[in-house]
């Protein structure tokens, strides 16, 4: 239940990030690479997020999904910096 939780919030999560990144304008090459590993830091963390969820349903119990978490924590650490640079470079 708890890995759900997660997921279902990172995936919403993401989905506002790529809706607010599409109002940015690229006016600069600083921001479009910012944007480009932004999206990439989204797809990442959505792609583990998934691994998580699939690991937790299977309920296979004698894994305790820990190296699928600590993948979207990483990915999670990943993708904060980048909105961050958007932030940065983009305003």
Known sequence: MRS???????????AASF????QYGSGNSDCSDARDHAES???????Y??????CADY???SDDC????????????DYE???SDVSS???
């Open 19 to 22: 809706a607010a990144f599409a």
């Open 41 to 47: 830091a989204a797809s990442d963390l959505s792609s």
């Open 66 to 77: 820990s190296s699928e978490f600590r993948r979207v924590k990483y990915a999670h650490s």
């Open 4 to 14: 759900k939780i997660v997921c279902v919030a990172t995936c919403a999560l993401i």
């Open 59 to 61: 309920a296979d119990f």
């Open 89 to 91: 470079y983009c305003d």
């Open 81 to 83: 910096s980048a909105v």
């Open 49 to 54: 997020a998934r691994r998580l969820q699939r």
